[in-house]
């Protein structure tokens, strides 16, 4: 049971243009977490959010965590080249004696110059 | 400081065989967990060793094991290889392995079944 859904799947844009990604859960998350895969490499964490209605901001990038803390959402604003890549959440599930991360599927983010 | 080193980078292996991959974490990290990236199934958490023990395993058959050393290093193994295993192996190595902890990934093991 995927418990993370991220939508959309593909996402092709041209350079300059603004897009959000969207992140929906089933499940209450302790803190939720984007990253970004570059082919080839491993995910990079990106940015942690932890509490309900909360917004950060990473230069052009702002994330944004649901007042439920079920969803999540990344705005990339005047999308570059080098934006490209795998975008994915990741619930984050700690407590005494663990610790996992459950990912969404991954939004896979093509910008053309 | 080295980053998480998984070796080795590419594997191919028969249908039958068993294959063992190696994770090294970031100095200090005492939380290494491992995942399988697939097409189809995204990023798939198989499970997390802290401080030499088992916490957490996820829906995997038991024919994937693994292990943690003293020094953190950790190890995963898959019996009888099935052509469903193929897949990018994922390592990924924290301080404590709390909420707030940032999980940084190996460049992880693409191993081939075939």
């Known amino acids: 049971t995927q418990l993370l859904e991220q939508s959309p799947q593909f996402l092709s844009i041209q350079e300059g243009e603004n897009l959000t990604v969207y992140c929906n859960s089933s499940s209450v998350f302790s803190s939720l977490q984007w990253y970004r895969q570059e082919p080839g490499e491993g995910p990079v964490l990106l940015v942690t959010?932890?509490?309900?209605?909360e917004v950060k901001k990473l230069k052009r990038l702002t994330f944004q965590f649901g007042d439920a803390r079920k969803d999540s959402s990344l705005h990339i604003t005047a999308a570059q080249p080098g934006d490209t890549g795998l975008y994915l959440c990741a619930g984050v599930r700690s407590g005494a004696g663990s610790y996992q991360l459950t990912f969404g599927k991954g939004t896979k983010l093509s910008v053309i110059p | 400081k080295a980053g998480v080193t998984q070796t080795p980078r590419y594997l191919i292996k028969t249908r039958g065989q068993q294959v063992t991959l190696s994770c090294s974490p970031i100095?200090?990290?005492?939380?290494v967990s491992w995942y399988q990236q697939t097409p189809g199934q995204g990023l798939q958490f198989l499970f997390e060793y802290f401080s030499e023990t088992q916490r957490n395993k996820g829906n995997f058959p038991g024919r994937f094991s693994g292990r943690q050393f003293s020094n953190s290093r950790s190890e995963m193994n898959v019996s009888t290889l099935e052509l469903g295993d193929s897949a990018l192996y994922l390592c990924?190595?924290?301080?404590?392995?709390?909420?707030?902890?940032?999980?940084?990934f190996g460049q992880g093991t693409r191993l081939t079944v075939v």
């Open positions: 100095s200090g990290h005492r939380s």
């Open positions: 990924a190595s924290s301080f404590s392995g709390t909420q707030n902890t940032e999980a940084f």
């Open positions: 959010v932890v509490t309900g209605g």
